[in-house]
């Protein structure tokens, strides 16, 4: 990341000279988003859609930032809708299978959770029963 910062400034002076290059324009999203700075990173992926809507690229990295910040729905709507434009580019698939696997990473413990105290408020209602 310590490198970041000086890549970030370079890109930012391309797009002074080159204000269309759409690489740039996403590499400074890469930038954000190894920044940490998600928000940022994400807008900026929206901007270079934006300006240039059949490039995949920047969905697929716009679909990695809102799954970042745990939006794995939206992450993979956007993926389906670079699905439209180019169905069968496999990095699209390939970023799906991972986003989807993500959400049921995450959906996992929350199960486990609900489960256990689901369990917990039958037992009490057992023993309400049980002392009426």
Request: glycine share 6%; proline share 4%.
């Amino acid at each position: 990341m310590g490198w970041t910062r000086e890549v970030l400034l370079k890109f930012r002076k391309q797009i002074d000279i080159c204000p269309d290059d759409t690489w740039a324009h996403l590499s400074i999203g890469n930038c954000y988003f190894d920044l940490g700075w998600i928000d940022e990173s994400s807008a900026k992926f929206r901007e270079v859609i934006t300006m240039s809507p059949e490039f995949i690229p920047a969905y697929n990295a716009l679909a990695l930032s809102l799954a970042e910040k745990g939006w794995y729905d939206e992450a993979l709507e956007v993926l389906r809708a670079a699905l439209q434009i180019a169905p069968e580019d496999e990095s699209v698939m390939d970023s799906m299978d991972y986003i989807q696997s993500l959400k049921e990473d995450d959906d996992g413990p929350k199960g486990i959770i609900l489960l256990s105290i689901i369990q917990g408020l039958l037992k009490n209602r057992e023993k309400l029963e049980e002392s009426s």
